[in-house]
C-alpha cells in the first residue's frame, strides 16, 4: 500500500514537471509592448517604443535557468509629439544617431513567490551601463506566457537630458520602463508567421 | 454728477472682474509666446503656469455667477439703446468666451496626453482620451477662442475708456473700489 501511493506520487510529480517544464522561448512581438512613463511638471506622462526585439528563455518551473535580452530601437520611440520625439534623439537625450539602441541583458533570475519573479540585469543606454533590477509576473496560458513588469531608472545615470534638461524639477530623474512581452513555448506550438 | 452714476458693483464682483482681467492679461501674451518656443524645460513650464492661470478664470467663473445672482449690476447709465444692446451682447460673449477658452485648453491638454495638475498639486481629470487628431482640432479651437476673446476684450475696453473719457460718465468708477455715495 505504501509503495503504490509512492508510486503514485512519483507519478503525479513527473505529470506536473512535464506540465511545467514547457520552456518558453518565442516572442510574438506583436503581442508585445515595452513602454514608459515619467512626470513632466507633476504630469504623469507616458509613451512607448515602436520597435525593440526580445529574446528569452524562461522556464517557470526553473526561474535561475532563465535568461533575457532586449534590445529597444530608441528611434522608435513615440512621446506622443513629433515636437518630442525629434527632441529626445538630440545629442542631450538619447543622442540615437550615436547610440541608436538600449540593452538589458539579464544576470539572474529568481522567483518571489507565486506568480512573482525578479530579473536582475545590466541596463545599457548611451554608453553607460547600469545594473538594474526589475520585478515581474508571469501569466501561462497554455503554450503561450505573458511578463509583465517594471524597470525602474534614473534617467541622469544615463545621461538622458543633459544641459538645461538635467533639471528633474521640470522632467523627473525616475523613468518607468513597462514591459509587456508575450511568449511561445516550444517552435512547434508557434503560430506561423505571415 | 448725479447719484446713481456712483452705484457701484459689489466689492466682490469688482474683485473677481479685475483678478480676472489680470489672469487674461498674463495668460493671453503667455500663451502666444510660449507657443513659438523650442522645446525646452523653460516652454514646458510656462506651459504650465499658462494652464494654471486658465484654471483659475474658470474656477472665478462659479463664484462669480453666484455675486451676479445675489448681488445685481447696478442699472445701466443712460445711453443710446444700441449701445445698451451692444454692451449686453459684448458681456454675454464675455461670460461665454472666459468658460469656453480655459475650457477648450482643459480638453486640448487631455486631448494632447499632457493632463493638467492644477498649480503641481490638483491633479484635474482627463475630459478627453488622448486623441493626436483631436487634440490638434482642440487646438485650433482654442486659438481661434481665445483670439475671440482678446477682440472681445479690447472692444469691451475701447468701451469703457470711451465713457470715461468721451462721455465722462461714471461707467468705469462703478468697476473700481469706492465707496457707494
Do not use: C
Request: hydrophobic letters at 45%; charged letters at 20%.
Amino acid at each position: 500500500m505504501k509503495s503504490l501511493s509512492r508510486w503514485f506520487l512519483y507519478g503525479l510529480i513527473w505529470v506536473s514537471s512535464v506540465a511545467n517544464s514547457a520552456e518558453l522561448s518565442q516572442v510574438q512581438h506583436d503581442k508585445s509592448s515595452v513602454s514608459f512613463g515619467y512626470k513632466q511638471m507633476g504630469v504623469a506622462m507616458d509613451g512607448k517604443f515602436r520597435k525593440f526585439v526580445a529574446k528569452l528563455n524562461f522556464d517557470p518551473s526553473k526561474p535561475a535557468a532563465a535568461n533575457a535580452q532586449i534590445d529597444i530601437d530608441l528611434a522608435s520611440i513615440d512621446t506622443g509629439t513629433s515636437e518630442g520625439d525629434e527632441e529626445v534623439a538630440g545629442k542631450q537625450w538619447f543622442n540615437s544617431k550615436a547610440f541608436p539602441s538600449a540593452k538589458f541583458v539579464s544576470t539572474s533570475v529568481k522567483s518571489l513567490g507565486a506568480d512573482r519573479f525578479e530579473v536582475a540585469g545590466k541596463l545599457s543606454i548611451k554608453g553607460k551601463s547600469v545594473d538594474a533590477i526589475a520585478p515581474f509576473t508571469f501569466k501561462p496560458q497554455g503554450n503561450v506566457g505573458a511578463f509583465d513588469g517594471t524597470l525602474l531608472i534614473k534617467r541622469l545615470d544615463f545621461a538622458i537630458g543633459e544641459g538645461p534638461w538635467a533639471d528633474v524639477s521640470t522632467v523627473a530623474n525616475e523613468v518607468q520602463i513597462k514591459f509587456h512581452i508575450v511568449a511561445n513555448a516550444a517552435p512547434a506550438a508557434a503560430a506561423p508567421k505571415k | 454728477m448725479n447719484t446713481q452714476s456712483l452705484s457701484r458693483y459689489s466689492g466682490a464682483a469688482i474683485l473677481i472682474h479685475w483678478l480676472t482681467a489680470l489672469l487674461i492679461f498674463v495668460a493671453f501674451p503667455l500663451g502666444k509666446y510660449m507657443h513659438d518656443l523650442p522645446l525646452s524645460p523653460q516652454k514646458l513650464e510656462l506651459f504650465s503656469y499658462h494652464k494654471w492661470l486658465g484654471i483659475t478664470v474658470l474656477l472665478l467663473f462659479l463664484p462669480r455667477l453666484l455675486v451676479r445672482i445675489a448681488k445685481p449690476p447696478p442699472t445701466a447709465l443712460p445711453a443710446p439703446a444700441w449701445q445698451h444692446r451692444a454692451a449686453s451682447v459684448t458681456h454675454a460673449l464675455l461670460y461665454l468666451l472666459i468658460l469656453l477658452v480655459p475650457l477648450s485648453g482643459w480638453l486640448m491638454s487631455s486631448a494632447k496626453g499632457v493632463s493638467v495638475v492644477y498649480l503641481s498639486l490638483v491633479p484635474l481629470p482627463d475630459l478627453v482620451d488622448k486623441n493626436k487628431e483631436l487634440g490638434s482640432l482642440l487646438k485650433e479651437f482654442h486659438e481661434a477662442l481665445s483670439t475671440g476673446l482678446f477682440v472681445l476684450v479690447a472692444l469691451h475696453l475701447a468701451a469703457a475708456i470711451k465713457h470715461h473719457v468721451i462721455d465722462k460718465d461714471g461707467t468705469l468708477r462703478r468697476m473700481l473700489p469706492g465707496r457707494n455715495t
